[in-house]
């Protein structure tokens, strides 16, 4: 019987999710070759005037990822400039997000359940919840909401996705 921990129910999925992100922005610029238009239009768009783009939502799908594990590891995070303005540049993010989540010792997160979690929720807050708590209900929900987003800004600009390109990513064939 395999146990589960922490950390083998929460860094594999992270990087799963990370590195199909990241093969969804690899398509979007082979899609923008292929139609003839230059692929890093697609890093500004939105789906509504007051919502963040793309740039955004996949900057946060990284950092949150990456500040969740640290902060229940009792980790010091890498600090990224929130400088990029190309997909090449946020496929960059997301390869230095998934190199650091690789060097996280094994069992880091492990026996951390009941840590609690004090982390900032928009400007001027913060809310604790313990660490088992803290990857379920936050960190994974959040990663999942901007890589999605992500997903439905390219499908809505023209990007021959599907649900086998969020799921298994370059797995899909």
């Known amino acids: 019987m395999t146990t589960i921990t922490l950390t083998s129910a929460f860094l594999p999925v992270l990087t799963t999710a990370l590195n199909n992100l990241d093969h969804c922005l690899a398509k979007a610029q082979a899609n923008a070759a292929a139609r003839g238009f230059d692929p890093d239009v697609l890093a500004g768009v939105r789906l509504a005037p ?41 496929r960059e993010r997301i390869a230095k997000t998934l190199a650091w989540l690789a060097t996280v010792p094994a069992g880091a997160l492990d026996a951390q359940e009941a840590k609690d979690i004090t982390f900032p929720v928009g400007r001027d807050k913060t809310r604790t919840m313990q660490g088992a708590d803290y990857l379920r209900h936050w960190v994974l929900p959040n990663v999942f909401f901007h890589v999605t987003t992500t997903y439905a800004l390219l499908r809505h600009n023209g990007v021959d996705l599907g649900k086998i390109d969020f799921l298994l990513g370059a797995q899909a064939g």
């Not at 939502?57 to 929130?82: N, S, T, Y």
Request: proline share 5%; net charge negative; hydrophobic share 50%.
């Open 50 to 90: 007051d919502m963040l783009p793309l740039t955004a939502q996949v900057r946060i799908a990284c950092d949150v990822a990456k500040l969740g594990v640290a902060r229940v590891a009792g980790l010091e995070a890498p600090k990224f400039d929130d400088t990029e303005t190309t997909l090449a540049q946020l």
